[in-house]
C-alpha cells in the first residue's frame, strides 16, 4: 500500500512542476491566475483525491464545472448535485 501512496504522490509532484498555461493549452490566461488556479487543483489532488483529480480540475482551462466542484470542496461547500432529496 505504501508503494501505491508513493507511486500516486510522485505522479502529483510530477505533474506540478511540469505546468505552464501553454503546455495545457491556456492561451489566454496569466501565469498568476494559472498560479492560483492550478495551487487549487493541487490542493484537491493532495486531499486524496490523486493525479486524477489535478487533470480533471485543469480541464478545459479550469472553466469546467469539476474546477468549480474542486473549490468548493476545498471551501467546505460542496454540494453533491446528483444525489436525490432526503425525504422527512
Known amino acids: 500500500m ?3 501512496f508513493f507511486v500516486a504522490f510522485l505522479c502529483l509532484i510530477i505533474s506540478v512542476f511540469a505546468t505552464t498555461p501553454d503546455e495545457i493549452g491556456c492561451t489566454d490566461i496569466s501565469q ?3 498560479d492560483e488556479k492550478n495551487a487549487n487543483c493541487i490542493k484537491c489532488g493532495e486531499e486524496g483525491f490523486g493525479e486524477e483529480m489535478v487533470k480533471r480540475c485543469r480541464n478545459k482551462c479550469f472553466t469546467d464545472n469539476f474546477y468549480q466542484s474542486c473549490v468548493d470542496q476545498l471551501n ?5 448535485k446528483d444525489t436525490p432529496p432526503v425525504k422527512e
Open 32 to 34: 498568476a491566475e494559472f
Open 76 to 80: 467546505g461547500v460542496y454540494e453533491e
Open 2 to 4: 505504501s508503494k501505491l
